[in-house]
């Protein structure tokens, strides 16, 4: 760092780099980051690569980059790079903005430095059931840790603000929600490419995880003939039971299509799609939802507190497989409500989800954490005489 560099600065920590490529939080890391740079801060993010060796500096659209080799896989070599990543940005004595708490125990030598360093909650990730019991004790203990040790704490719902303020003073959190793109327009190419019409087909977005009720998505979906397809994005693995038996309760208008990672294309489904289904039950302002709303999609949507919240009036609600195919069914029946809640989707997009309004309210979080600069040489001989 310059010395001489007096513009506010920000270090992002918890991610696996820019630009985004893995999910939701580097998405939202890259938006940050960009809008911060263009309003004159100097943005630094820790980027994870594969290998041993020191670590790399360089620059992105105006973001340092700090590459940190990490020889180890999985969730060893998370843990690592994070771990690497915290005691390098320890050194600089700057802001930290950390994405997840499932290394808060790391953030100790943070708080040991005097860093500050505001930390967003993600989701309840340790209920999730597909973890083992291992796994969900080191997610509740590093949940703990990261209420105690994060100097602010950011919630993407007020339902997890709500589960935070059972762990630390409501005083300590700010909620502010996920954003997404609006989506006006999209070419239908990327649509007629996997074989569908614009308008003709429902969409489902999701890791094939009983928590998500693809099972019964798909059973409901499948009891009778809907005369359009039910478009699944996910990685099914054969071998996984789960992942098989949803391919096997699936009927023929269930189409599996595998991954679909780039944005263009992902937005076009969206746009396109006579509704957008989405059946996670656990977790906060889902980014898929957020971004279904900003492409004006109806949404038939698991019925609990997290998606309640984000869709309001733009969803239709089941708990289970029946419920499904009788909301749907209705729906399929009624083009009007269909249109009803698509209008009512863009009004709660543009109420609650845009990017500048969401990376506003953050960068007003991060400006009344920034430390103060210290004394350079001349102001400290001014004195107060």
């Given at each position: 760092?310059?010395?001489?560099?007096?513009?506010?600065?920000?270090?992002?920590?918890?991610?696996?780099?820019?630009?985004?490529?893995?999910?939701?939080?580097?998405?939202?890391?890259?938006?940050?980051?960009?809008?911060?740079?263009?309003?004159?801060?100097?943005?630094?993010?820790?980027?994870?690569?594969?290998?041993?060796?020191?670590?790399?500096?360089?620059?992105?659209?105006?973001?340092?980059?700090?590459?940190?080799?990490v020889a180890q896989r999985g969730a060893l070599g998370t843990m690592v790079f994070d771990a690497r990543a915290i005691r390098h940005a320890a050194r600089s004595r700057e802001l930290c903005l950390t994405l997840g708490y499932n290394t808060a125990l790391f953030c100790a030598w943070l708080r040991l430095r005097?860093?500050?360093?505001?930390?967003?909650?993600?989701?309840?990730?340790?209920?999730?059931?597909?973890?083992?019991?291992?796994?969900?004790?080191?997610?509740?203990?590093?949940?703990?840790?990261?209420?105690?040790l994060g100097d602010h704490l950011v919630a993407d719902h007020p339902e997890i603000a709500r589960h935070l303020g059972t762990r630390t003073a409501a005083t300590r959190i700010a909620t502010i929600a996920y954003g997404a793109d609006r989506v006006l327009d999209a070419p239908t190419a990327p649509v007629r490419a996997l074989g569908l019409?614009?308008?003709?087909?429902?969409?489902?977005?999701?890791?094939?995880?009983?928590?998500?009720?693809?099972?019964?998505?798909?059973?409901?979906?499948?009891?009778?003939?809907?005369?359009?397809?039910?478009?699944?994005?996910?990685?099914?693995?054969?071998?996984?039971?789960?992942?098989?038996?949803v391919q096997q309760r699936a009927g023929t208008e269930a189409r599996f299509v595998g991954a679909i990672y780039e944005r263009a294309t992902l937005q076009a489904l969206r746009r396109h799609a006579l509704a957008y289904v989405h059946g996670h039950r656990v977790g906060g302002t889902n980014p898929s939802l957020v971004e279904a709303l900003g492409a004006g999609n109806a949404v038939l949507a698991h019925d609990n507190r997290f998606n309640r919240?984000?869709?309001?009036?733009?969803?239709?609600?089941?708990?289970?497989?029946d419920g499904f195919d009788?909301?749907?069914?209705?729906?399929?029946?009624?083009?009007g409500r269909l249109a009803a809640l698509r209008h009512a989707a863009r009004a709660?997009?543009?109420?609650?989800?845009?990017?500048?309004?969401?990376?506003?309210?953050?960068?007003?979080?991060?400006?009344?954490?920034?430390?103060?600069?210290?004394?350079?040489?001349?102001?400290?001989?001014?004195?107060?005489?």
């Open positions: 760092m310059n010395s001489d560099d007096q513009r506010p600065a920000l270090r992002i920590l918890g991610i696996r780099g820019v630009p985004a490529a893995h999910g939701g939080f580097e998405t939202f890391a890259e938006r940050l980051a960009l809008h911060l740079v263009a309003r004159g801060w100097r943005v630094v993010v820790y980027c994870q690569r594969d290998g041993r060796g020191p670590l790399a500096h360089d620059h992105w659209q105006g973001v340092e980059r700090v590459h940190v080799p005097g860093v500050p360093n505001l930390i967003n909650m993600d989701g309840i990730e340790w209920s999730r059931a597909k973890w083992s019991a291992p796994a969900r004790a080191w997610l509740w203990l590093n949940e703990r840790a990261g209420c105690r019409e614009p308008g003709g087909y429902l969409m489902l977005v999701a890791r094939p995880e009983p928590e998500n009720s693809i099972l019964e998505v798909v059973e409901g979906f499948s009891r009778r003939p809907r005369g359009l397809p039910l478009v699944v994005l996910g990685r099914y693995d054969p071998a996984d039971p789960y992942h098989r038996r919240w984000v869709a309001g009036a733009a969803g239709a609600w089941f708990t289970d497989a009788t909301q749907l069914t209705a729906l399929l029946a009624d083009p709660r997009f543009e109420q609650a989800f845009t990017w500048p309004a969401i990376l506003a309210e953050y960068e007003t979080l991060l400006r009344a954490w920034l430390p103060e600069p210290p004394l350079r040489p001349v102001d400290a001989g001014r004195g107060t005489a």
